[in-house]
């Protein structure tokens, strides 16, 4: 019923919409470039996608690992959960997520899973919520509703009046064109069909050492779009039905702008953090340093769901080689093992493996207690995800 109410009421006319916005802070700066092109050739109030040539020249990197041509949700569910938690709180979220429908809902019962764990409802409550954050969004959401409320708090962090709006749609009352018009874009379930991930040749930040000082550049500086004059022209003069159609169209090119800048100055923020904090281990006179997302999301006053999404899955070239952006955030040691030195012996013991019998996690985990490292298999596993590293199937060459 409320799923049907709400199609009705979010139903359009147009082709195609502005695509989840979360999308444009997650996609790395080739994918980034390929949607803004992909809207430019449906939204006729954008003339041109520029990308400066420095873009092109400065931003390539012929070592970029090559990520899994497919990825299913669950996959980057999980592995941004073991980036996030550990010890009980992640078997928490891993049993939470086990308990998920094909959809994404949550299905079990969470005072079952107190009891198996011997921990309050609130305490496993508050990882469920703590979960429904990270991408993809709103998995382990109870129901639509509470689906929706997700996205929303999301997407509008600054007009919380839309989700009293969003649960007056719900209940059937009417409500404003223009909270219609935020709200069809709005997901109908967390997890949807696995999605194609390009081979890609481009890093998305770089940190360089300019005359002994660390400089960063990120990809987003050198990307625009530009307005195509003659439509806003046309839009400021037009009037009645064709306002309202050319309306939806210069909504979308504002949107994409908005959140286009919201990713540049964020991003560019989260990287002059690293560079402050890891400056030792970027300078290679040292090891990483504590650096948690919740830190960076309070200094830089935006949530960490935020920071989580715009690290994900993207690159950093620096003088000490290139590293996903997660590598540099790194938890206080445990048990007296930097994991700046697990991650670096992980990524020792990878490159000098036989690539036509690549070692599995296992057999990782193995050498390096050998070497007096005391690791289980999901924490070579872990770090291993966090290098950006596939697994040994996808690692074999023949």
């Known amino acids: ?15 195609l919409l502005l695509r989840n916005q979360v999308e444009v802070l997650i996609h790395p700066a080739q994918e980034l470039e390929q949607l803004l092109k992909e809207e430019k050739e449906s939204n006729p109030f954008i003339e041109e996608v520029y990308v400066s040539e420095k873009a092109q020249r400065f931003f390539e990197d012929k070592r970029f690992p090559e990520p899994r041509l497919r990825v299913h949700p669950l996959e980057t569910l999980q592995k941004n959960v073991r980036a996030e938690l550990e010890g009980l709180d992640l078997e928490i979220a891993l049993e939470l997520i086990s308990n998920i429908d094909e959809k994404g809902f949550f299905k079990g019962s969470v005072s079952l899973i107190a009891d198996k764990f011997g921990v309050s409802e609130e305490y496993v409550e508050d990882i469920r919520e703590f979960v429904l954050t990270l991408d993809p969004v709103g998995v382990c959401s109870k129901n639509l509703l509470e689906f929706m409320e997700v996205q929303v708090k999301d997407l509008y962090p ?3 009046e839309l989700l009293e709006w969003l649960r007056k749609l719900a209940r059937g009352e009417e409500v404003p064109e223009e909270v219609k018009l935020k709200l069809r874009h709005l997901r109908w379930t967390p997890i949807e069909e696995e999605v194609s991930v390009p081979k890609v040749s481009k890093v998305d930040a770089i940190i360089e ?40 169209y210069m909504e979308r090119y504002e949107n994409f702008r908005k959140i286009l800048s919201v990713r540049r100055d964020n991003l560019k923020k989260i990287l002059d953090e690293i560079i402050r904090t890891q400056e030792a281990f970027l300078k290679g006179e040292g090891n990483l340093k504590t650096l948690l997302v919740k830190d960076v999301a309070q200094k830089l006053g935006i949530s960490e769901s935020t920071v989580s999404r715009l690290i994900n899955s993207k690159y950093v070239k620096t003088p000490q080689g290139t590293y996903p952006f997660r590598f540099f955030f790194v938890r206080e040691t445990a048990g007296g093992i930097s994991q700046d030195e697990l991650m670096r012996e992980i990524k020792e013991i990878i490159r000098n493996e036989d690539k036509r019998k690549p070692l599995s996690d296992d057999e990782i985990a193995r050498i390096l ?17 966090l290098l950006g590293i596939p697994s040994s199937r996808e690692r074999r060459q023949r």
Not at 369 to 385: N, W
């Open 369 to 385: 207690r050998e070497k007096g490292y005391k690791v289980a298999r999901r924490t070579v596993a872990k770090y291993r995800d």
């Open 209 to 248: 050492l300019d005359d002994g000082e660390l400089v960063g550049y990120i990809y987003e500086e050198l990307i625009d779009i530009r307005p195509n004059r003659a439509y806003m022209e046309m839009y400021s003069r037009a009037k009645g039905e064709a306002k309202e159609f050319l309306k939806e």
């Open 1 to 15: 019923m409320l799923r049907h109410e709400l199609q009705l009421r979010l139903k359009v006319n147009l082709n």
């Open 158 to 160: 600054d007009e919380p």
